[in-house]
């Protein structure tokens, strides 16, 4: 089956600072991506949907500076969480999809933020 | 919009019994119905999945589900479960051409020896 490669799998960071997590297709072309934020013991809250070369639209309630997306390629979407605090720890999961057939969810990793 | 319900968040079961997790949806349009299994601290993997066609769906490591549209059920089952099928468990569904998927709160499949 297709692969997502999602990097890096554990990050803790300072307060304050911003971090980066990057989400790959590897092996399709990557049309929409998902990102999604799960807190512990709980479902996935989808965050935002991120088109390659458009603007990411997020979902109601999702802070828009504060979880950036970039999708600028069809194999790459990045979540960059600016300015983080601890309210912000959680497991990121991202999806993509080629957007054809029944391609809808193939998943990534995992990211495990946590903000000191 | 869709919504999905999974009716027991936990479900303890003997190695080599069998179990079924139970999932409901709600939906104004056609569905795409899927269940995902998560283990610790890793990404959702895909168990199976119903686009149409025959209602009963098999799936990976020997799950299999039963698409049922007039009860809104999709509920996933397994004959004989192992040590290794320990995880937590998603149903989620997919309306229409929009990509998009909606979870359930998931399942916590315990199997003890």
């Known amino acids: 089956g297709a692969v997502v490669s999602q990097h890096p799998s554990r990050v803790i960071c300072k307060s304050g600072t911003s971090v980066k997590i990057e989400c790959r297709s590897l092996d399709f072309q990557a049309t929409t991506m998902f990102w999604y934020r799960q807190f512990p013991k709980q479902s996935l809250m989808l965050m935002a949907t991120?088109?390659?070369?458009?603007?990411?639209?997020?979902e109601q309630g999702v802070e828009k500076d504060k979880f950036l997306i970039n999708h600028a390629s069809l194999t790459l979407s990045t979540l960059t969480v600016t300015s983080a605090h601890p309210e912000d720890s959680s497991f990121y999961i991202c999806?993509?999809?080629?957007?054809?057939?029944?391609?809808?969810?193939?998943f990534g990793q995992g990211t495990r933020l946590t903000v000191v | 919009a869709q919504s999905v319900t999974q009716l027991d968040s936990q479900v303890p079961v003997f190695e080599e019994a069998p179990v079924e997790l139970r999932c409901n949806y709600s939906s104004s349009v056609s569905v795409y119905l899927f269940w995902y299994v998560q283990y610790p601290n890793q990404g959702l993997q895909l168990l199976l999945k119903y686009l149409s066609g025959s209602t009963l769906v098999k799936g990976i490591n020997g799950f299999e589900a039963e698409f049922n549209k007039s009860q809104t059920s999709f509920h996933l089952r397994k004959p004989s479960v192992h040590i290794s099928d320990t995880a937590e468990y998603f149903c989620?569904?997919?309306?229409?051409?929009?990509?998009?998927?909606?979870f359930g709160k998931g399942t916590l499949l315990t199997v003890n020896p």
């Open positions: 991120s088109n390659e070369g458009s603007k990411a639209t997020y």
């Open positions: 989620a569904v997919r309306g229409g051409s929009n990509y998009k998927l909606t």
């Open positions: 999806s993509a999809t080629s957007g054809t057939g029944d391609l809808g969810a193939f």
